[in-house]
């Protein structure tokens, strides 16, 4: 008997050894890297000897990695005291795996790496009427990002912004107008008689013609640090400035521009801004840095002299706080990052503060993020990622940005993604291709729902912009992507264009140019959000739109109200379903988006339209509006309507008889649109109180026996975002109505 319970023990020991967990801290101020880390103080037995946390995170896991090769435990919780860690890019790798860093007893933890100039450094320069001009030496690299305090600086810049508030984004106006292109030809002039898109030579990437006086003539005194943003049409991009020709007012660039200056003549509006001008510090929150003289200058109101002197200003030089790669089980909570820098441009979407590559079992909650250089949180090639809790405010380009290598068939595609119950906002502060607050790509499983997200420049969510699927690679009714239960407004800020709350989207190599239906399949649930208070330059900032013929998306049961452009765009596509959905439509553009000319393929033909418009309720307020624009139409199958109701609370004729397609009234197009809504109603859906957005119906409306009549999305707006106690310690606000 006693062999056998001694048997049993030796099996059951190293069982035992391998699920042990071990608790370790680290306190910077009082800890050492050369104590065990296994208290939060440091503690003393006798005279000499005492034991204590770590000093360091980096120490920690070098320490901690040691003691695991002798499965002393396999899994590990990092506890942090509170403080500031100036980290340098933690990797976390194979060896790390099973680890888990969080803030200790509801300590506050924050990551910041900044180089902070003193207010003592700081002399008075100028005193004007508005604010003061103040310099200090600084010797460090300069960066897009200063701030003061809480508040983010504005680089130098011609015209200035109308009021510094600390969340100005880069590209809100005024702006500058560009005078001419460097080169025109058939089909690109200044006049726009290209159309609404012109293909202008490539040397028109390389500079413009300003107006004289525009481009201060002192500018080209220090001209190698001066950019120019440079508007298109669904993004902008900075160029610097190579030289200035005063005889024909010209600018030209050191490197070309992405895209040709002209091509989007129209919603472009030939818009640019000066930036980073000593010429051009004359506005209250601006500033300047020159790195040629070691200089760094700020301009600021009186109110904020006190804060300068005392708080100096932090200017961020890193932006990876954490690199986790090839490894799994990795759990971070609790923790603050501030303060991030990158000052690159474009369509990538990494760097980032947590940056994961090739794991799984990742879990983000928790956490915040404030005045990210770049982007915040950035995974390739993962599984099972969970983003829960978290609080995003003022971000570079984006929050969360999940990338997929077009591999769905590779064990480590990206899949099995949440992002959840977050609060984001201010994104696209200072990178203008495309921002969102996130953007996810994948191969299966991928979920975003009850986020809060406001405040932006550009969409709430993208989706897509990768390979997309066939129509059988997933069972019917069944899906590779869900946006359940968002709440996305105040978006767009009149910057950019064409663009959705939600914005979906395959590749235009397949099912642009080269028009592969088949391969085009997206598999895309829009259900239960509310997307509302959009803002577009010229055109877009619709509810939700589905780009380059992305097929079997369907829009369910969701609040759209008060946008600049459509409800929903389906851009050509087949297998796409609008369902259930209210919309209150207040702007003057289009009910609907639909195909059109812009998305004809190498061989000229536009891809295959399909859709279904089933069961919806659309109020069109706006007396100018229609149910799509002339330009939109389609060529293979005629989409098909039934069951939605249609009010029109002005009843204008002249509205009513030309609204639906084609010019036709709501009779015509019942009896001479192909079938279309015969079993549909023009009536007053009852709502229950616009002006407080409950778009409710009320007991006695004409749709009672329809599904949409009970979609009730109060919960959604009241449940979005972080919990309750995150809600009531994060200084984030929405804006008021």
């Known amino acids: 008997m006693k062999l056998l319970v001694l048997y049993v023990i030796g099996l059951t020991l190293p069982v035992l050894m391998l699920a ?44 901690l990695r040691g003691r695991r090769k002798f499965g002393e435990f396999n899994k590990v919780v990092i506890y942090l005291r509170g403080g500031t860690y100036a980290v340098d890019s933690i990797a976390l790798d194979g060896r790390d795996a099973g680890t888990k860093i969080v803030n200790y007893k ?23 009427e508005e604010y003061t001009i103040f310099a200090a030496d600084y010797t460090e690299s300069c960066s897009m990002n200063a701030y003061l305090s809480n508040k983010r600086l504005i680089r130098a810049r011609k015209p200035n912004v109308k009021r510094w508030t ?25 006049e726009s008689s290209g159309g609404f898109r012109q293909e202008c030579p490539d040397g028109n990437k390389l500079g413009f013609v300003f107006y004289a006086g525009d481009i201060p003539k002192s500018v080209r005194n220090r001209k190698s640090e001066i950019d120019l943003i440079v508007y298109q049409s669904w993004n902008a991009e900075r160029g610097r400035v190579k030289k200035i020709i005063k005889s024909n007012s010209t600018v030209l ?127 390739m090639s993962t599984q099972n990622l969970h983003v829960e809790n978290n609080v995003f405010k003022s971000m570079g380009y984006m929050g969360v940005a999940v990338d997929y290598m ?134 877009g900032g619709s509810g939700v739109h589905g780009d380059s013929a992305s097929a079997s998306i369907t829009i369910e049961s969701n609040w759209m109200y008060r946008l600049y452009d459509g409800a ?38 536009l891809p295959t339209q399909e859709f279904t418009v089933l069961g919806n309720v659309f109020y069109i307020e706006n007396t100018e509006a229609l149910m799509w624009r002339r330009s939109d139409t389609w060529t293979n199958d005629i989409p098909f ?6 009010y029109f609370p002005l009843h204008l004729d002249n509205q009513t008889s030309i609204f639906f397609p084609k010019g036709r009234s709501f009779v015509e197009w019942r009896e001479n649109g192909g079938g279309q809504d015969t079993s549909s109603l023009m009536a007053d859906p009852q709502f229950v109180n616009i002006e407080q957005d409950n778009y409710r119906f009320r007991i006695t409306s004409p749709i009672s026996k329809l599904p949409v009549a009970n979609l009730n999305l109060i919960p959604t707006k009241e449940a979005s975002g972080v919990s309750k106690v995150l809600k009531k ?5 929405p804006p008021k109505k």
Not at 641 to 646: G, T, V
Request: positive net charge; hydrophobic residues 35%; glycine residues 8%.
């Open 166 to 190: 600390g969340n100005n984004f880069s590209g809100e106006g005024p702006y500058l107008e560009i005078k001419d292109v460097l080169h025109s030809g058939p089909g690109c002039d200044r």
């Open 406 to 539: 077009d591999n769905p068939d590779d064990q480590s595609t990206t899949r099995d993604i949440v992002v959840t119950r977050n609060t984001m906002t201010q994104c696209g502060m200072t990178n203008m291709f495309q921002p969102s607050c996130i953007h996810v790509r994948g191969a299966l499983n991928i979920s975003v729902t009850a986020n809060n997200i406001f405040d932006t420049c550009y969409s709430g969510i993208r989706v897509g912009w990768q390979k997309a699927f066939t129509l059988d690679y997933v069972p019917a009714n069944d899906f590779v992507f869900r946006v359940e239960r968002n709440h996305i407004h105040h978006f767009g800020k009149g910057i950019l264009n064409d663009f959705g709350g939600v914005y979906l989207s395959t590749n235009q190599e397949d099912c642009k140019m080269y028009q592969r239906n088949e391969i085009c399949h997206i598999h895309a649930l829009v259900k239960n959000n509310i997307i509302s208070n959009s803002l577009s330059y010229h055109y």
């Open 253 to 379: 660039f050191e490197e070309p521009l992405r895209f040709a200056v002209g091509n989007h003549p129209t919603s472009s509006g030939w818009r640019y801004i000066l930036e980073n001008a000593l010429t051009e510090l004359d506005g209250p929150g601006e500033f300047y840095c020159c790195e040629k003289e070691n200089k760094f200058y700020v301009a600021l109101p009186k109110s904020s002299r006190k804060i300068l002197k005392r708080k100096g200003v932090k200017i961020p030089h890193r932006i990876r706080q954490f690199v986790v790669r090839d490894t799994s089980d990795i759990q971070m909570e609790g923790l603050h990052f501030k303060k991030s820098a990158y000052d690159k441009q474009g369509f990538v979407e990494s760097p980032a503060a947590i940056e994961v590559h090739n794991s799984s079992n990742i879990q983000i909650t928790r956490c915040s993020f404030e005045d990210m250089g770049h982007t915040a949180i950035y995974a």
């Open 106 to 128: 509801k300590e506050r933890v924050i990551f910041e790496n900044v180089h902070v100039i003193p207010g003592k450094d700081f002399k008075q320069l100028a005193v004007m």
């Open 729 to 733: 310690t994060s200084k984030i606000r």
């Open 568 to 605: 929903f765009i389906f851009h050509c596509g087949t297998n796409n379903l609008a369902l259930n959905n209210v919309v209150y439509h207040t702007g003057s553009r289009r009910l609907i988006g639909t195909c059109n000319n812009v998305m004809r393929g190498i061989n000229g033909t």
């Open 20 to 63: 042990r967990e071990g608790r370790f801290y680290v306190h910077p101020p009082r800890g050492s890297d050369e104590f065990t880390g296994r208290f939060p103080e440091v503690k003393r037995w006798g005279r000499w000897r005492k034991d204590g946390p770590f000093a360091t995170l980096e120490g920690a896991i070098i320490n």
């Open 641 to 646: 309507f039934e069951e939605n109701l249609y």
